[in-house]
């Protein structure tokens, strides 16, 4: 699937921001889908996924509670709710797809897994 993120912007500490990435191709509500964010100078890291039903969602321990993700397959397309953002969340935002899911509980948080990216959305949180 060709992947399409938005939804980036600049925003103060403990506001909202919500990203999403809209999909193409008719593999979507197969594919199971995921956040991933990377910082200057850092690894690309996880940040949040869920799965084709969008009933079993994971996230990482450095946002759980404050971002939501969610899935209308009917537009094709993936959601990431950011609340109380902090200036550590500033980094470009990329969504993920993979499409052979046998494996997601290992996988779900390794970048390489994933077979498609969406080009990346700036988010920056000022203090």
């Known amino acids: 699937v060709q992947l399409q993120a938005s939804g980036g912007g600049l925003v103060q500490a403990g506001g909202s921001l919500r990203l999403s990435c809209e999909a193409s191709g008719r593999a979507f509500n197969k594919c199971l889908m995921a956040w991933f964010r990377q910082a200057p100078g850092k690894e690309r890291e996880f940040v949040a996924a869920?799965?084709?039903?969008?009933?079993?969602?994971y996230y990482a321990n450095s946002v759980k509670g404050r971002f939501t993700i969610s899935r209308d397959n009917a537009v094709n397309t993936v959601y990431l709710q950011m609340n109380s953002l902090k200036p550590e969340d500033t980094a470009v935002y990329y969504c993920?797809?993979?499409?052979?899911?046998?494996?997601?509980?290992?996988?779900?948080?390794?970048?390489?897994?994933?077979?498609?990216w969406g080009q990346g959305t700036q988010v920056t949180v000022s203090s």
């Open positions: 993920g797809a993979r499409l052979d899911t046998s494996d997601a509980r290992i996988y779900y948080a390794q970048a390489q897994w994933y077979d498609d």
């Open positions: 869920l799965t084709q039903s969008g009933r079993t969602t």
